[in-house]
């Protein structure tokens, strides 16, 4: 969903509005610097026109030096309070779009999160922010600085000398049209070598990423002819790019030496010349526009750079406002039941689901589960299993049909006491980026250390946690490097060990477990189990020989349901599935 | 840095020539205000007249236009020895990584490899690019109007030094405080970028826990706090402009001071001060240039440095001399330890078995038991720490690591394919390996209808890592890729782990019946793999733990017995 150049820049405005006295104030302290900064010279001027051997002034001087001084004074606190000031518009700006962003992110519906990549959502909430924040920054300081600066140069050099303002008029622009002309020429290499480096960095990334792979086929040497190849081309396209680029500098710097030249050269002749009255000149006077002469390109320079950095910015923008702007989770309605510790029925009438209108995926499902059962689901790898899971965590709504607990329609409850009635083992394990503590008392944060210990001893996680280098305290990296698939997994299920939820759902949560410890924390999963409504997936068979309704899945389907017992004597699906582990 | 100045050797001249018309460059700058001092106290003030002028404006103008030449000829051999370096430095980057042995790649980690060749290359780069152009500059610059300031009058030459001297020690001192405070707000903003990563890879686990308002006041928390961090160091990096501003201005008005009592004193001119104005302003520029050259070359350093201690690594699998070779089984073990780094405990100890051709090995134990350690040490991607490992009489260390590896086909346990096409990935093994052959061994992996289902056949596009097919897909065409090249040790590293019991066991079977007779061994968690084999090693905490055929492990082995029966149900099997 893009969203319009012009109304992204009236978002802009309108997250700005509550830093309207802000916005007045850097406007005003912009003002106080370009005037200090433009004055100074002309004054320093002055005083160059009251040194003349044998008759200098030296009080006049002195009077002079006081008022540039003080000049100078207002004018740096001027600067300085402008730029604190716009660091904290910026940083205030950012910081309520990340925190908007992030909370848009909680209510945003799972299919869109399962649909995007998470680096590119990442990237927006972070560097698209970051890269935002640069260019409000940059257009603060320097664009309105800029523009005044110019426009004051102007009418200083219009009121002090005429013809030699229209010399700097003449010339200036030409510095703007070579860097525009270097600018557009260089895009399109820039835009070739970022094409070129990205292709290098998937290869560097892929490569080194499997160098095991790499090296088990020995598959170095065609490696790095394919890497020389791109390298070269590499080469060849930053040399230019970096040779081009780099030309603005010496160019506008050329330019501002023919302006240099060119006002030299009227001063001088118009000071030979004697001009008469209005454009009388001094020797001050010459100094002073010599000095402006050098300025001026410069803000020219900067406002074409900050242009560039501002329409960043604003694309950048956009592709936040689109993040948030995706409509969020059909919220809870107002009426909606808070329910409290369910029974744990669990109905499913004339389901229908699938991700994608043109792939059919579940298709009248129905199905009844009293409170306390245990249901197994079994079938081949996209058969439906995880999908059954999505719906009863309510992560998607069902296209059509009703799911129900305790004979209330899911929809009709609120979706945190729907959740907390659930204890959710994955077999994609997640853990937080903290400590072993945290991530254990995620499911019930007052919980006691002894009930804590004990979950974890239930789970057979307490001997290993203890192994590691601060026990329960130990800092688990990001996504958990620092352990193993297995400990993970053993990690989930303390989590749920200690919440001790009304519903379990289980999706292969000991795949990753070495099957003896799985074997000796079956006990304690037994337990926890009986009672309590439990959806299973497992691969194993064995782990789901005891569950009260098996459910084997196919293309969305249930195709065959019964017990362990009778869905073997069947002869069926099931019955083919369980023998194939003991075939050869 | 000084170890990979060797990869501007190609450059050398470009490496001179690039610093040497900057300074010509420079050089021409520092004339520019003599000449309008001459213009003002020759031209106008001694009536030299408008011939002079006109004269000396002209030159002003050639001097711009041989400064234009000069940068120009600067900017284009600096970005030719900056580029070239960089190229020669990532091509024998890549080239050491490539070269580097399993424990070395483990103990650098993949990221950090990446970012060596990405950012730290990069980084270098710039850094080299900067440092031809500006290292000579800059000072030249500062300095040199420093000099001319001596030259013009000494006193006006000393309020350079000390104006000088004072600007340094201001500037590099607020960047010098605000180095380490931008890093911790770079720290605070990471803490934010993980925040938010998680709550998207962990939205499911996150939401079944409720625990989104949670996690809003932890992000509000994280995001105060850069904010905080990001506001601080903007007041002090704040004061940079209005400081120097300060400073030059100051210097300035004594310089004007100072220079009106010379003037009537009659030992200096007032286009001899004009002169001397201008290249106070000249200072400042050149000034801030240089702080921040010095910071991107101190980053330049750092990343050099990280760069060079890859390229220093040594080999670090042992090379032994092939010596007689020694009759026996065709693979034995031979009292086996290996260890990983120096860990207390080894990975592997004490390992001895043998196995003749064509067998099929299989090899069960729990997580962490030394199974992959066991198979990674036939085709030597690690060394023993003891003992040897013999094929065919030879050790493996003295096989020659190239020779070994194409004698070996590994299916490792994260099924990885590569971007291009199928055909591409199952050439991996034999570049030159005919449809029908690839085809042969699509189907022994039971990957057929992999292949059918992708649009083109082997010509079927697979995304990098193989995104595009799922976890099973991927298990069996990564077996397929391995069986392409016909090996004659084959080794399964729990491969099959994602195929469900029925593809499995077709493809055992398919595999005894190949043509050729490899000798396989399979990984294993489960018993029903590995049970058919003609020998099972079974494996507890790196310790043998039994060895012999099913049969005769289930009734001498207690772990096999254990493990069995915890996947078939005593009773049920």
């Known amino acids: ?84 000031i716009n660091n904290r518009i910026t940083y205030n700006v950012i910081k309520d779009i990340r925190e908007e962003a992030f909370r848009h992110i909680q209510r945003l519906p799972l299919a869109f999160i399962d649909a995007h990549p998470y680096g590119d959502i990442v990237g927006r909430a972070i560097a698209d922010v970051d890269q935002f924040a640069d260019g409000l920054l940059m257009g603060f300081t320097q664009l309105f600085t800029g523009i005044l600066t110019i426009l004051g140069t102007l009418v200083i050099m219009l009121v002090i000398n005429w013809v030699i303002a229209l010399v700097v008029v003449i010339i200036t622009p030409l510095s703007l049209f070579v860097a525009k002309f270097i600018a557009s020429r260089t895009y399109n290499m820039f835009k070739k070598t970022s094409e070129v480096r990205g292709e290098q960095t998937a290869f560097i990334d892929e490569m080194i990423g499997n160098l095991k792979i790499v090296q088990a086929f020995s598959h170095e040497d065609e490696n790095l002819e394919r890497f020389d190849e791109v390298n070269e081309r590499l080469t060849k396209t930053s040399l230019r790019s970096i040779f081009f680029s780099s030309l603005v500098n010496p160019a506008t710097r050329f330019i501002n030496s023919i302006v240099y030249a060119a006002v030299a050269l009227a001063g001088a002749l118009m000071l030979v010349l004697q001009t008469p009255l209005p454009l009388a000149f001094s020797v001050g006077v010459l100094t002073s526009l010599l000095a402006y002469a050098n300025q001026y390109t410069k803000p020219f320079n900067e406002i074409s750079g900050v242009i560039t950095e501002l329409q960043n910015a604003i694309a950048c923008a956009g592709r936040i406002y689109e993040v948030i702007d995706e409509p969020a989770e059909v919220p809870d309605s107002p009426s909606a039941l808070t329910m409290d510790k369910a029974d744990g029925s669990v109905d499913f009438r004339h389901v229908y689901f699938s991700y994608s209108a043109d792939k059919k995926l579940i298709e009248d499902f129905n199905l009844n589960v009293k409170a306390g059962q245990r249901i197994a689901i079994v079938g081949p790898t ?64 007052n919980a006691t250390e002894e009930e804590m210990v004990e979950a974890a001893r239930a789970s057979h996680s307490h001997n290993f946690i203890m192994q590691l280098s601060e026990g329960y305290d130990t800092v688990i990296a990001e996504d958990g490097g620092n352990l193993s698939q297995g400990q993970k997994q053993l990690l989930c299920i303390t989590r749920i060990m200690l919440s001790l939820p009304p519903m379990l759902i289980l999706d292969e949560a000991t795949s990753s477990i070495d099957t003896r410890t799985e074997r000796r924390i079956q006990d304690a999963f037994a337990k926890l189990m009986s009672g309590r409504t439990s959806f ?15 459910l084997v899945m196919k293309d969305g389907s249930v195709i065959e349901q019964g017990t362990h017992a009778e869905l073997l004597e069947k002869g069926g699906f099931y019955y083919t599935l369980y023998n194939s582990q003991f075939a050869i | 840095m000084g170890k990979l100045l060797k990869y501007l050797k190609n450059y050398k001249a470009q490496s001179v020539l690039a610093p040497l018309f900057k300074l010509l460059e420079a050089c021409f700058e520092l004339f520019v205000p003599i000449i309008v001092a001459a213009i003002i106290d020759t031209g106008v003030k001694a009536g ?111 309020i350079f030094a000390v104006s000088i001297a004072v600007l340094c020690v201001v500037v590099f001192t607020i960047m010098l405080v605000s180095i380490p405070l931008y ?67 100051a210097a300035i008005i004594v310089l004007l001071y100072v220079g009106a009592i010379r003037v009537e004193d009659g030992i200096l001119t007032q286009g001899r001060i004009i002169a001397l104005y201008n290249y106070m ?104 720490s003891s003992g040897q490992i013999l094929i065919d009489g030879v050790n493996v260390n003295a096989i020659g690591d190239e020779e070994l590896r194409e004698r070996c086909g590994v299916v490792p346990q994260r099924a990885v394919l590569f971007g291009g096409t199928i055909r591409e990935n199952m050439r991996w093994g034999k570049n030159d390996a005919t449809d029908e052959e ?29 995104k595009n097919f799922s976890g099973g897909q991927r298990q069996r065409l990564t077996i397929a890729r391995a069986l392409v090249k016909k090996p004659e040790i084959l080794i399964l590293d729990d491969s099959a782990s994602a195929l469900d019991y029925a593809t499995d066991a077709k493809l055992r079977a398919a595999l005894k019946s190949l043509g050729y007779d490899p000798t396989v061994f399979i990984v294993s968690q489960r018993a029903s793999s590995i049970r058919h084999a003609d020998k099972i090693i079974v494996l507890d905490g790196g310790k043998m733990a039994g060895v012999g055929t099913h049969e005769e492990l289930l009734s001498s082995c207690g772990l096999y017995r254990e493990i069995y029966y915890s996947q078939y149900a005593k009773d049920g099997a």
Request: proline share 2%.
């Open chain 1, 1 to 84: 969903m893009a969203v319009s150049r012009k109304s992204v820049l009236k978002r802009i405005l309108k997250q700005l509005k509550n830093y309207k006295l802000c916005l007045a104030a850097t406007i005003f302290f912009a003002l106080v610097t370009v005037a200090g900064t433009l004055s100074v010279p002309v004054l320093f001027g002055q005083v160059v026109d009251l040194i003349v051997k044998g008759k200098t002034d030296f009080n006049a001087i002195c009077t002079k030096f006081i008022i540039i001084a003080a000049i100078i004074g207002v004018t740096c606190l001027a600067q300085w309070l402008m730029s604190e």
């Open chain 1, 382 to 445: 996209g058969c439906g299993k995880t999908t059954l899971i999505n719906l009863l965590m309510r992560f998607y709504d069902p296209v059509s049909g009703n799911i129900s607990v305790d004979g209330n329609n899911i929809t009709d409850v609120t979706r945190r006491s729907l959740r907390s009635n659930y204890g959710m083992v994955l077999q994609d394990t997640w853990l937080k980026n903290g400590t072993v503590r945290e991530n254990i008392l995620l499911g019930k944060p």
């Open chain 1, 536 to 550: 299973i997936v497992a691969h194993r068979l064995s782990t789901i020989q005891e569950a009260d309704l098996i």
């Open chain 2, 48 to 158: 030299a007249g408008v011939s002079y002028i006109v004269y000396a404006c002209l030159i002003l103008l050639a001097l711009g236009v041989i400064g234009l030449v000069a940068a120009v000829a600067a900017q284009y051999f600096a970005a030719r020895a900056a580029v070239g370096f960089s190229k020669e430095l990532r091509h024998d980057l890549f080239s050491k990584l490539q070269s580097l042995s399993y424990s070395q790649i483990d103990s650098l980690g993949t990221p950090r490899m990446i970012t060596r060749m990405t950012s730290d290359v990069n980084q270098i780069q710039s850094g080299v690019n900067l440092v031809l152009r500006l290292f000579m500059r800059s000072p030249f610059i500062v300095f040199g109007a420093m000099i001319m300031a001596f030259i013009i009058d000494v006193y006006a030459g000393g």
């Open chain 2, 183 to 249: 890093k911790k707000s770079q720290s605070k903003l990471d803490a934010v970028t993980t925040a938010t990563r998680e709550n998207l890879t962990g939205a499911r686990v996150l939401r079944a826990f409720c625990k989104e308002d949670d996690e809003i006041e932890e992000f509000n928390a994280r995001n105060t706090e850069l904010k905080r961090s990001q506001l601080f160091v903007g007041r002090i990096s704040a004061l940079m402009n209005p400081l120097t501003y300060a400073i030059i201005n």
């Open chain 2, 281 to 384: 302003s000249q200072i400042l520029v050149e000034l801030i240039k240089l702080a921040n050259l010095i910071i991107t070359v101190t980053k330049s350093f750092a990343s050099a440095g990280r760069i060079a201690e890859i390229l220093e690594m040594q080999p670090s699998l042992s090379k032994g001399e092939p010596g007689e070779r020694e009759e026996g089984a065709y693979i034995r073990f031979e009292n086996v330890c290996a260890n990983y780094g120096n860990a207390p405990v080894n990975a592997l100890d004490n390992i001895s078995f043998t196995a003749e051709r064509g067998q099929t090995i299989g090899i069960i134990g729990g997580t962490g038991a030394g199974k992959s350690t066991l198979v990674n040490l036939i085709p030597h991607f690690y060394d023993a």
């Open chain 2, 438 to 466: 690839i085809r042969s061994a699509i189907s022994a992996a039971q990957a057929e209808d992999v292949l059918a289902s992708k649009d083109g056949g082997l010509d079927g596009l697979v995304e990098q890592g193989g």
